[in-house]
């Protein structure tokens, strides 16, 4: 077959396994995500290249992924540049400005010091003979390190959590945690990529610098008002949507350019674009069905299609796989559990911000594949690292519903005056409720 057929043939199985394991999900109380990531597994070499012959050499070929990957660079940074877009400046007081950077350091320190320490000894014969045992360890952390904000923000809005206290803090705390996770991600790639340090920082970490000081003062001279004029139209034009989206192909190339990958360049875009009220819900309309339909998908089934289970099966493997899931909930849930405690609040709601907080999502397989491109990790372990971001994220519901009962929720919406009943008057976000990452 031709790369065009075989493109077509591959997008159409990717889009229907993910619609199919997407709606299966939500039937035993998981987000559909969980789904989706389950749907990228079967496509790879875990089940639909192994079992039925001719996929391997007729659709999914070298030259196929290649063209995948490029598909999924750029459906990721749409999506990153949505998730950027949603982080707006919210109410404060007292418990909302020190708490959720409170959580969010101790979600990032603790699972980088004990996910290091798993690395640097259970993992160190795992280690890549080119990657330094630092690396490797900020890696392995830095990966159990991340929890998934847009995820957690569409759990809440769906459970008509978002306007509670809980809520509001969980959101905020997501939030800081994403972006500490890609600033340890982007040092990593930068120190792999570069070399030195100093070459690092000359190359990489300087030119990144100022590329987010330009966005941040450049950005809102650039599009406010076009924006507002948008809303006042209520239609966002051709040309402005074209303006955005060359903003994030340029951005994301500089990024890629510089070794911190397009990814970073769609975030960067969208959380320094202005917020105009108004102007995300005309945003979302235009592109967020797409990234959620079709691009996102070839980025689950790219990383399936580099993940073989039956590597992560072997003994080795599954004693790797027990030891980094303990460590991962636990170095992700404890800091939580006791800083909320610490905070005041009860151990229900601590032992419901620990659930949530182990959400990981899409951003934890951003993270790992970005790493298995830079080669920091093995495919063995990279199969147990998806494994890991499957387990994590289908726990952290039942958790956080084990305190958070439907009358829990009611009586915490009554308490902060949120909506306790019928569709709730939440901000456009750009993926639907059903549908968390």
């Known amino acids: 077959m031709t790369l065009l057929l075989q493109v077509t043939a591959s997008l159409a199985l990717i889009v229907g396994a993910a619609q199919v394991c997407g709606r299966l999900a939500p039937r035993i109380g998981q987000p559909a995500v969980v789904g989706e990531m389950v749907a990228g597994v079967l496509l790879g070499p875990s089940l639909l290249t192994r079992f039925v012959p001719g996929v391997p050499e007729h659709v999914f070929t070298p030259s196929c992924r290649s063209a995948l990957y490029v598909i999924a660079m750029i459906g990721l940074s749409l999506y990153m540049f949505l998730v950027g877009a949603e982080h707006e400046p919210a109410p404060m007081n007292r418990r909302t400005t020190l708490l959720p950077p409170a959580l969010a350091a101790g979600g990032l320190v603790a699972p980088i010091v004990l996910g290091g320490a798993v690395a640097l000894t259970l993992l160190n014969d795992e280690r890549p003979s080119d990657v330094s045992p630092l690396l490797f360890a900020v890696f392995v ?6 929890t998934a904000f847009p995820m957690l923000a569409r759990v809440l809005q769906e459970r008509r959590m978002v306007h509670t206290t809980f809520g509001l803090l969980a959101s905020r705390t997501a939030a800081i ?7 340890v991600l982007a040092l990593l790639g930068a120190l792999r990529l570069r070399g030195g340090a100093e070459v690092a920082i000359l190359q990489t970490i300087l030119p990144a610098a100022l590329l987010v000081v330009a966005c941040k003062f450049g950005l809102p ?18 040309g402005l949507l074209a303006s955005l989206l060359c903003l994030v192909l340029i951005v994301g190339f500089v990024t890629d350019y510089i070794g911190i990958y397009s990814v970073f360049g769609g975030f960067i875009c969208g959380v320094f674009l202005p917020h105009v009220a108004g102007f995300q819900r005309l945003l979302h309309a235009r592109i967020a069905q797409l990234v959620r339909v079709l691009l996102l998908p070839v980025f689950f089934a790219y990383s399936g299609l580099n993940t073989d ?3 992560a099966l072997e003994p080795t493997y599954l004693i790797i796989f027990g030891v980094l899931l303990v460590v991962a909930i636990i170095a992700k849930g404890a ?6 405690r610490a905070f005041g609040y009860s151990w229900g709601e601590s032992k419901a911000m620990a659930g949530l907080m182990n959400a990981r999502g899409l951003m934890i397989l951003i993270f790992i594949n970005l790493g298995f491109s830079m080669g920091l990790v093995d495919k063995a372990l990279f199969a147990t690292l998806v494994l890991i971001a499957i387990a994590t994220t289908a726990l ?3 958790i956080y519903r084990s305190h958070y009962s439907a009358e829990a929720e009611e009586e915490a919406r009554r308490d902060w005056g949120a909506p306790t009943h019928g569709p709730e008057l ?6 639907p409720a059903e549908s968390v990452r």
């Open 141 to 146: 952390g830095g990966a159990l390190s991340v």
């Open 177 to 183: 945690d994403d972006a500490a996770a890609w600033c």
């Open 221 to 238: 001279k650039l599009f406010r008002s076009a924006m507002q004029r948008a809303v006042d139209n209520a239609d966002l034009s051709d």
């Open 309 to 311: 289970v039956s590597n």
């Open 335 to 340: 800091p939580g559990l006791l800083i909320m």
């Open 396 to 398: 952290a519901l039942p």
């Open 426 to 431: 939440v901000k456009s976000t750009p993926f």
